[in-house]
């Protein structure tokens, strides 16, 4: 079975530090792996997806991620965060295209963003 | 375009009562998804419905929850009877057959069950 861990349930930063969110993932294959992002009080949005190809993939906002086999990993990354990425994320897992039903989450990440 | 809709926002529910949450898919996706979301457990799948057909029910959720999807743009959870436990977001999610898995959210229904 295919799972997620997001190792740190939450991260602070300073506005315009780098920032680096760590998900690992257990999955016999190649996964397909997403990042998504939940906003207070909102649902779950896309911030970017990775399909087997290009390691480093980039999604909306200045986030962008790297996948690596070897380390069974899909961390998220920004430059410069801003107090705006305040916010849950998301590391999730599935199986391939066509299959949305059996995409994982992992428990999220809080990222606290102070001035 | 319309995202999901979730309505209501908040629902107050004594033990034991039976609640029904609802939700309105983006128009034309085929697939609609069922979440709860607590801080401990995080996301759990209740239900999946592909073109109206279950296809997971989520397992340990049999017994108390029901969801139903009546035609391709509206859908319901039933929750009978309810429990604390209960207490949580409920999310619902669509997305098209084919887009590979970018989930649509709405913003959730938050149950509180006393």
């Known amino acids: 079975a295919q799972s997620v861990t997001q190792p740190d349930a939450r991260v602070t930063v300073s506005e315009g530090a780098s920032l680096q969110l760590r998900c690992k993932y257990s999955?016999?294959?190649?996964?397909?792996l997403f990042w998504y992002v939940q906003y207070p009080r909102q649902g779950l949005q896309l911030l970017l997806k990775?399909?087997?190809?290009?390691?480093v993939v980039q999604g909306v906002n200045g986030f962008e991620a790297e996948f690596s086999k070897s380390n069974s990993s899909f961390h998220l990354r920004k430059a410069s965060v801003h107090w705006s990425d305040w916010a849950v994320y998301f590391c999730?897992?599935?199986?391939?295209?066509?299959?949305?039903?059996?995409?994982?989450f992992g428990r999220g990440t809080r990222l606290q963003v102070y001035a | 375009d319309a995202g999901v809709t979730q309505t209501p926002r908040h629902e107050v529910a004594e033990k034991g009562q039976t609640i029904i949450l609802k939700c309105e898919p983006v128009?034309?996706?085929?697939?609609l998804f069922w979440y709860r979301q607590t801080k401990i457990q995080g996301l759990e799948l209740l239900s999946y419905?592909?073109?109206?057909?279950?296809?997971?029910d989520g397992g340990a959720f049999k017994d108390r929850f029901k969801a139903e999807m009546l035609n391709s743009s509206f859908s319901t959870l039933k929750i009978q009877p309810t429990e604390p436990k209960d207490s949580a977001v409920y999310l619902c999610?669509?997305?098209?057959?084919?887009?590979?898995?970018?989930?649509?959210f709405g913003s959730g229904t938050r149950l509180t069950v006393l």
């Open positions: 419905f592909r073109s109206k057909s279950l296809m997971e």
């Open positions: 999610a669509s997305s098209h057959w084919g887009s590979a898995e970018t989930l649509y």
């Open positions: 999955y016999f294959g190649t996964p397909y």
């Open positions: 128009s034309g996706h085929n697939d």
């Open positions: 999730a897992v599935s199986p391939g295209t066509q299959v949305v039903g059996q995409l994982t």
């Open positions: 990775y399909y087997p190809g290009d390691p």
